[in-house]
């Protein structure tokens, strides 16, 4: 197969960003962020992290996270000058996890984002999901949707939410690079995170957005910087040329390349968006052992 394989998607600016088309079987379901006060103080060792079920995941021995979360691995995490970040734990991993951080889009919650990309990382990953700041025509105070400010104060929050997360886990986050997965406002932003001297992306999942961000020197700039795949993903054919140009872009300066198109999908990032992005998983994750399943 080539490394640059067509064809995908659209952009709808920046505005709302909504959650994922009503598809039943994979709308992300929501579960509100355990509050700041049933967080457990980050220990030197015997590390106990509550869920949002009160039942707790236990580092034993400075290695490996013990399983019994039932089936919600989440907490909510304190992120210094910033809001608290909702958090994928991959429970029952025994060696250092990568870091994904998964970043929603304008008029979203991370709770969404975590519960989809959380899912499909399970244990191989942290997925790490910002939550920016609040809107204020959210539909009502137990729906709040979030965005982010601009593309400084969310790479700075995303730096803060990462360093928390090494601060809270330790030796159980592994050190090295990172993927990214992006959502319409999420993707835009990513890239100009991504492509900053001091990320540690190199993996991208840039879904409804991001495609329009590259030109030849920031795909360089990409590949130089440790940059290795980044998959497109989109529901919107109008946007399917701005990926495949990006993606040229990209395969021209050594960086493999995937464009998944889900027509008719709408600006989404489930349904069959996200079976696109589960298919191609193996394929983005491919050279970096430290994802292994």
Request: with cysteine.
């Amino acid at each position: 197969m080539s490394r640059f394989a067509l064809p995908l998607f659209a952009f709808l600016g920046l505005a709302q960003c909504r959650a994922p088309v009503s598809t039943a079987s994979h709308e992300p379901v929501v579960q509100a962020p355990a509050a700041p006060s049933s967080l457990p103080p980050t220990p030197d060792a015997g590390l106990a992290v509550s869920g949002a079920d009160g039942r707790e995941a236990t580092r034993t021995d400075g290695g490996s996270v013990v399983a019994d979360f039932g089936q919600d691995p989440t907490i909510s995490l304190a992120v210094p000058k910033f809001a608290h970040a909702f958090v994928h734990v991959p429970l029952g991993r025994t060696t250092p996890a990568p870091i994904v951080v998964a970043a929603h889009g304008n008029y979203d919650r991370p709770e969404w984002q975590c519960g989809e990309w959380g899912h499909l990382f399970g244990t191989r990953a942290f997925v790490l999901c910002p939550r920016g700041v609040a809107r204020s025509d959210s539909p009502s105070k137990d729906d709040v949707r979030f965005t982010y400010d601009n593309a400084s104060r969310f790479s700075a929050e995303v730096d803060a939410a990462v360093l928390a997360l090494r601060e809270r886990f330790g030796a159980l986050v592994d050190p090295g690079p990172m993927a990214y997965v992006g959502f319409s406002l999420g993707a835009l932003f990513g890239v100009t995170y991504a492509l900053r001297e001091s990320s540690p992306v190199a993996r991208m999942v840039l879904i409804e957005g991001g495609h329009s961000s590259w030109s030849a020197d920031l795909a360089k700039r990409f590949a130089r910087k440790g940059g290795k795949r980044v998959l497109f993903a989109c529901g919107q054919s109008a946007c399917t040329g701005d990926a495949k140009r990006a993606g040229a872009l990209l395969a021209a300066a050594n960086v493999a390349v995937f464009v998944a198109p889900s027509t008719g999908e709408g600006h989404t990032y489930g349904g069959l968006v996200a079976a696109q992005v589960a298919q191609r998983l193996d394929w983005l994750l491919e050279g970096d052992a430290r994802f292994a399943k």
